[in-house]
């Protein structure tokens, strides 16, 4: 698919039941990804919406593909379940595509947003903690892999994840 069809903006709270719809399509295909039926079926209430303070930030974005919502993702400096910061880190949060636009490069183009704008504000250090199945996507951008962490969604919900960082330029 030609890149000029694929629009990224900010997203903004308007977007979302959207990306929520998005979201819960894209995590749905995690079923294939070797969790446990039982522990992903108690996340997905949980992991498949989009999260409002994620959608307020100004870097969470949103992929269009001809005005349709295709892909979402961003960043922020706050580490993920714990809102710690670190000077000079940042972490990718949130990413989805939904399976109509998968292969089409459109994660590839949020991520590489994501990237850009955070060495612009002096990261130098981007962590992703990856689904078993993300792993890939972030090897091949340039992550590499520091170990399986567990992500914790509520008391008593955990799923596996791959903590992964890349030295931004």
């Known amino acids: 698919m030609s890149t000029d069809r694929i629009r990224i903006r900010t997203a903004t709270s308007e977007d979302l039941d959207t990306l929520s719809e998005l979201i819960a ?38 992929a269009e593909v ?10 922020t400096t706050a580490k993920p379940g714990t809102g710690e910061i670190v000077d000079g880190v940042a972490h990718i949060r949130h990413f989805a595509t939904h ?3 998968v292969r089409m490069g459109i994660a590839r183009l949020l991520l590489d947003r994501c990237l ?7 990261a130098r250090l981007m962590k992703s903690q990856s689904t078993l199945s993300g792993e890939r996507f972030y090897a091949a951008a340039g992550f590499r892999r520091i ?3 567990e992500v914790e969604f509520a008391p008593g919900i955990i799923l596996p994840a791959i903590e ?4 931004l330029p």
């Open 66 to 75: 001809d005005g349709v919502p295709a892909g979402c993702g961003g960043w």
């Open 25 to 62: 399509a894209s995590y749905a295909t995690l079923r294939e990804s070797g969790y446990e039926t039982q522990a992903l079926e108690a996340a997905m209430p949980k992991m498949s919406r989009a999260n409002p303070d994620l959608l307020s930030s100004g870097t969470y974005f949103v």
């Open 99 to 101: 399976p109509r636009f």
């Open 164 to 167: 992964m960082e890349r030295a």
């Open 116 to 122: 850009a704008e955070a060495h612009a504000t002096g």
């Open 147 to 149: 170990g399986e962490v």
